[in-house]
């Protein structure tokens, strides 16, 4: 369902800052089936009320008291394959007979308005989501041991034993990746792991630029100079 030939959509449409930066920050959130993303995150809004989920688009008509723009924006199908024509995705998929999607524009304005959002993904979208957003900061959760993941997915009783040992064979792939990403946190101890992700989440408050902004007030008082260029790589102030 993808067209090459369609050109990309324009910063503009999109929500895109040309230089990259956004007054919040993206966190991105993957690991193998089994190893505690989902309860991590889940934890993790739980906590700090300054990060938002990532909303994505669906074809799916809503369920209980789900409301749009909340749990998902509901759209229909030729709006969704418009979306899909104009690059407005990050990433897309079927599902079920159902789509879904995450909005580069949906992202961006979140951001844009100084708000963390945390997406959950998977290890090959987080690599497409970092091209986009290049300060992304990408999180990849381990288990402590392939026994331990292999424990917790027939725990879970939602997987028969030929899907638990294609979701392990995957797991290895998944994790030989891992390089790719910023921070590693290893769910061992639940309480521990949760306390990581917030010490992550943290600590990307407390960069210079990002004080800078937030506190430009004591930086004003102090007479602090104004950076006198762009942020440089190594998360320095210039």
């Known amino acids: 369902m993808n067209h090459p030939s369609t050109p990309p959509a324009s910063e503009s449409q999109t929500g895109l800052q040309p230089d990259g930066e956004y007054p919040g920050n993206l966190f991105v959130v993957a690991a193998p089936s089994g190893a505690g ?16 989920p990532s909303v ?87 288990p402590p041991s392939l026994e331990e993941l292999r424990s917790r997915l027939e725990r879970r009783g939602e997987d028969r034993p030929d899907v638990i040992e294609l979701r392990m064979r995957n797991a290895l792939v998944e994790m030989a990746q891992v390089d790719q990403f910023d921070y590693v946190i290893i769910n061992e101890l639940f309480e521990t792991a949760v306390f990581d992700l917030k010490s992550i989440v943290h600590a990307q408050r407390l960069r210079c630029k990002a004080q800078r902004r937030t506190r430009h007030e004591t930086f004003s008082a102090l007479r602090i100079p104004a950076a006198p260029g762009p942020q ?3 998360g320095h102030c210039a």
């Open 56 to 142: 994505s688009h669906t074809t799916r008509q809503p369920r209980g008291q789900e409301k749009h723009g909340r749990e998902y924006f509901f759209v229909a199908q030729e709006t969704f394959d418009g979306m899909i024509d104009s690059h407005a995705f990050i990433e897309w998929a079927s599902v079920h007979g159902n789509f879904y999607g995450t909005s580069k524009k949906a992202v961006a304005d979140r951001i844009s308005q100084g708000s963390d959002v945390v997406l959950e993904i998977d290890f090959q979208g987080a690599m497409q989501i970092k091209k986009v957003f290049a300060n992304a900061v990408l999180i990849f959760i381990l």
């Open 232 to 234: 440089t790589t190594d």
């Open 37 to 52: 993303k989902s309860s991590l995150v889940k934890a993790l809004l739980e906590l700090d009320t300054r990060v938002f």
